[in-house]
């Protein structure tokens, strides 16, 4: 196999109760194209890109980066060509950055005949959340990989867990065309917490899992509560009391911002729901004059995508 085009859905990050540690996978049409070639010069490049604006430079885009960790680890030299057709927006807060990031580490080992597990595939990843945002947060990029709803720890040994997806889970996404760079909205953050603070977020997180195994929504909808990083990020966000006011009226489960924002996440158990909570958003925003992007998606069971070989 010399050649592979995948497709790298978007994402949502921290799911209010597990900041760095949850993530889901959103279903298409949200999300990026890649095509990767092996080519014959040893030299890894980027030919081609389009959509939104991203460095061609490998050495300057987080494809570099994240490629550079995979090929230094694989030993041999071998090189590539890479297309990156950017769909969704750099500082959405969807998972931009992983998108490219796990793509390319996916694409790569499936071209070499998968030396790697998924596992090392995440801490290259990872390599390149750094390059994007000074994070090697495992997130966005571990759900891109496992696909469905996922949990991390990322200490010395990274451990990961696929969580079970309840069926009727529905989440809306709705996007404020303005960048908000991760790095900027990691650094609003304090280093510390209370203790009060941390254990009432710990039992969200606990019971949030739980929730999605027992498929007790009411659980689910009691955990999606941030206390210790949306107070001090939601200042950020546009319109964030009202989106997440409107989230309610509609009768979602639990709403909060998407990964490090601006895009704002709501979920619910009905697509009618689901579609109540879009009209709100909507309403929101309207008589501001901000673009917006706003989806409907289920839970994406089986992240990237093969799209042909
Ligand atoms: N967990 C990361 C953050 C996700 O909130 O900064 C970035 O998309």
Do not use: W
């Not at 941390?198 to 606990?206: D, E, R, Y």
């Amino acid at each position: 196999m010399d050649s592979i085009k995948i497709f790298c859905p978007a994402s949502v990050a921290n799911l209010s109760c597990g900041y760095d540690i949850l993530g889901l996978c959103l279903s298409e049409p949200i999300g990026d194209e890649m095509v990767v070639r092996k080519n014959t010069s040893g030299v890894l490049r980027i030919t081609k890109t389009t959509g939104e604006p991203i460095p061609k430079d490998i050495d300057k885009n987080l494809v570099g980066t994240a490629a550079k960790a995979l090929l230094k680890s694989y030993g041999t030299n071998v090189g590539f060509d890479i297309e990156i057709h950017k769909k969704i927006k750099p500082g959405s807060g969807m998972g931009s950055s992983a998108a490219s990031g796990a793509g390319i580490v996916f694409a790569i080992n499936q071209l070499l005949g998968s030396p790697f597990t998924q596992e090392q595939l995440v801490s290259f990843a990872m390599e390149g959340e750094k390059t994007a945002s000074g994070s090697k947060h495992p997130d966005n990029v571990v759900p891109l990989l496992f696909g469905g709803i996922t949990l991390s720890k990322s200490a010395e040994k990274l451990t990961i867990v696929k969580l079970p997806t309840p069926k009727s889970l529905f989440v809306t996404v709705v996007h404020p065309q303005i960048e908000l760079r991760t790095a900027d909205a990691r650094n609003v953050l304090k280093k510390n917490v209370s203790l009060q603070n941390a254990v009432k977020q710990t039992a969200n997180m606990g019971l949030f899992v739980s929730g999605l195994y027992t498929e007790n929504y009411e659980h689910i909808s009691q955990a999606l509560e941030d206390i210790l990083v949306e107070p001090q990020r939601k200042a950020l966000i546009p319109k964030f009391d009202e989106l997440k006011q409107s989230a309610k009226k509609a009768g979602a489960l639990g709403s909060g911002i998407s990964g490090s924002g601006p895009s704002f996440f709501a979920l619910s158990n009905a697509q009618g729901t689901a579609e109540k909570i879009k009209n709100e958003f909507a309403s929101v925003f309207s008589s501001l004059p901000i673009e917006l992007d706003i989806h409907i998606s289920k839970v994406n069971d089986e992240g990237i995508r093969v799209l042909s070989l």
